[in-house]
């Protein structure tokens, strides 16, 4: 009986040993959880097998085998799970390592758009008034008539007053604004002169469209109301905006027209940029191009508002900004500004 219990602890220093010894080179999760069936399993496991002997066993002889069978159960156990630490512990090293990325690589440039020619012309019209002291300030685009044309002293027979002309929200009362005036007249109405300010927008008029015509399209308006205002200061504010916009040799030169809201008003060419003043296709052999309209404010719109008309003079201009992008890049199609075509608005 002795020699069987030692030839049984024997065996078990043996598993013991040959159980550590081939784990020590397992590189492999998946072999270890192999190792542990073979070892540790609990239905086919070496260590379970030597168990099994226990029941043939004296009763002096099993506590020492149990005790040394536990013994080395619980050694392999805590070897293995030390292993499997230290191999998780290395696939994540190396899997740090292949995923390895250099954040000092240049990143991926992405597509980057621009402003549309219409807003960047807006933008540059409005500034240049502004480095003259004018303020932007922009209105509803949906009016009441009597800020769209009442109040700008626009007779009821005047062709723009025409039903077919205008876009109604609500015939008679409520319509999509044709010019940006009316929003002059509210700041009129909100503050006391001086009054300096520009104001850019979408307006809309019911025509039929062609190559320079469209049924919305932008303007920008100028409006300046003070003590002292003459026709000269006017002219002299639009010749420096022409120069700024279309180059120092610019010219301008008015013409005498009508505009219900000015007296007097006028028709403001400058020389022709494309030709300077030599006579091309873009002036049609003028020399000259039409780009806005202005004159001194009628006194019955600073009555209006009111403004005492004996003390106060004002000066108004107003320009449509498709017209002058157009004179500016070149273009014969005003269409091309709303056709949202990429290989056209890439170009700028
Ligand atoms: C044009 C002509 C013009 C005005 C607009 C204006 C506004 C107020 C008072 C007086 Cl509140 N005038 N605006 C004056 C003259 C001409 O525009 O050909 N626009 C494209």
Not at 232 to 259: H, N, P
Request: proline share 5%.
């Amino acid at each position: 009986m002795i020699g069987q219990l030692e030839q049984l602890l024997g065996q078990l220093d043996e598993l013991r040993e040959r159980a550590i010894a081939e784990l020590g080179p397992i590189t492999l999760l998946s072999d270890l959880d192999e190792w542990d069936i073979r070892y540790l399993g609990r239905n086919k496991g070496e260590l379970k097998n030597l168990s099994a002997i226990m029941p043939k066993l004296s009763k002096e002889e099993r506590p020492v085998v149990g005790q040394r069978i536990n013994a080395v159960k619980s050694e392999l156990e805590r070897q293995l799970s030390a292993k499997r630490e230290n191999l998780k512990q290395q696939e994540m090293i190396a899997a740090l390592e292949q995923e390895r990325i250099d954040v000092t690589l240049p990143g991926r440039a992405l597509p980057v758009g621009h402003m549309h020619p219409i807003s960047r012309t807006i933008r540059e019209v409005t500034q240049i008034f502004e480095r003259m002291g004018f303020s932007v300030v922009q209105g509803r685009e949906v009016e009441t008539d009597y800020y769209n044309f009442q109040a700008l002293n626009v007779p009821a027979d005047h062709p723009a007053r025409d039903m077919q002309d205008t876009f109604w929200v609500n015939p008679g009362q409520i319509l999509l604004r044709t010019h940006t005036s009316p929003m002059q007249v509210r700041t009129m109405k909100e503050t006391e002169p001086p009054v300096r300010v520009v104001v850019p927008g979408k307006v809309y008029r019911n025509e039929a469209v062609d190559a320079t015509h469209e049924a919305m399209f932008h303007q920008i308006e100028g409006l300046l109301v003070d003590e002292y205002c003459t026709m000269a200061d006017l002219k002299g504010c639009l010749e420096r905006f022409a120069q700024e916009l279309f180059g120092i040799d610019t010219k301008i030169r008015f013409r005498g027209s009508y505009f219900p809201f000015t007296e007097p008003s006028a028709e403001v060419d400058v020389t022709c940029s494309s030709c300077h003043g030599e006579g091309c296709r873009v002036c049609k052999y003028s020399g000259w191009l039409e780009v806005l309209g202005a004159g001194m404010v009628h006194p019955k719109l600073l009555r209006e508002v009111g403004y005492d008309p004996t003390k106060y003079r004002g000066f108004a201009f107003g320009m449509g900004v498709e017209r002058i992008a157009m004179l500016k890049y070149g273009l014969g199609e005003i269409r091309l500004f709303s056709g949202n075509d990429l290989r056209f608005l890439r170009q700028f």
